[in-house]
């Protein structure tokens, strides 16, 4: 490897997600794994990512953070992947990559940490409420084979993502919408290539 397209991530983390999409671009990459702890909160991991959190890519000497804008970015940087629609044909793609990274990401940790808004918290909150955004969601997982339409982008990988996680960890319903979804996308090749290498990554136990 040249350096050019680096993955910092821990096998345990939303890195999955990019592990995926950077397995569905063929690109050459290199894995640097970031230990949770002292490393990721460390100063040299900080001059990357000042969260301190994992993923991030850093392409050609660029910076790139947040799991849904390293999926767009990366669809853009290697177009012959095919993982976005032409630009004139995004508006459902867009639409439902950010419904995801704001709405469903939103709802589902909320949720998770015990909280839930009252009727009067929801006209503020920008998801209103969770089974808002899971109905909506199966409404758009419902209609065409793909979320953006009848091409798999990458905005199946995120989306579909948290849909897999959220059924198994049982943070959302395993509503039938949502397991025929998932069963669809996760059957590609690029995310049983990607499972399996984080998989090899994974700590093992002793004893």
């Given amino acids: 490897m040249n350096g050019e397209l680096e993955f910092y991530t821990n096998p345990m983390s939303r890195g999955q997600i990019v592990r995926w999409m950077l397995e569905e671009t063929?690109?050459?990459?290199?894995?640097?794994?970031?230990?949770?702890?002292?490393?990721?909160?460390?100063?040299a991991y900080l001059a990357i990512n000042p969260m301190g959190k994992v993923p991030a890519i850093v392409h050609k000497g660029h910076v790139?953070?947040?799991?849904?804008?390293?999926?767009?970015y990366l669809a853009d940087a290697f177009p012959d992947a095919n993982l976005a629609p032409a630009p004139d044909e995004r508006a459902d793609y867009y639409r439902w990559l950010f419904f995801a990274a704001g709405p469903v990401e939103s709802a589902v940790s909320n949720k998770s940490l015990g909280f839930e808004p009252t009727g009067e918290q929801q006209r503020t909150a920008g998801y209103g409420n969770f089974d808002l955004v899971m109905d909506v969601l199966e409404q758009a997982v419902s209609k065409t084979p793909y979320i953006a339409g009848d091409q798999f982008t990458a905005a199946d990988i995120y989306l579909g993502s948290q849909v897999g996680w959220g059924m198994m960890f049982g943070t959302m319903p395993k509503r039938a919408a949502f397991e025929d979804y998932w069963a669809r996308i996760s059957s590609r090749e690029a995310y049983k290539t990607g499972s399996a290498k984080d998989q090899a990554l994974m700590p093992q136990e002793v004893g």
């Fill in 64 to 72: 790139v953070t947040e799991c849904a804008a390293i999926c767009a």
């Fill in 26 to 43: 063929g690109a050459p990459y290199e894995t640097k794994i970031i230990e949770y702890g002292e490393e990721m909160k460390g100063e």
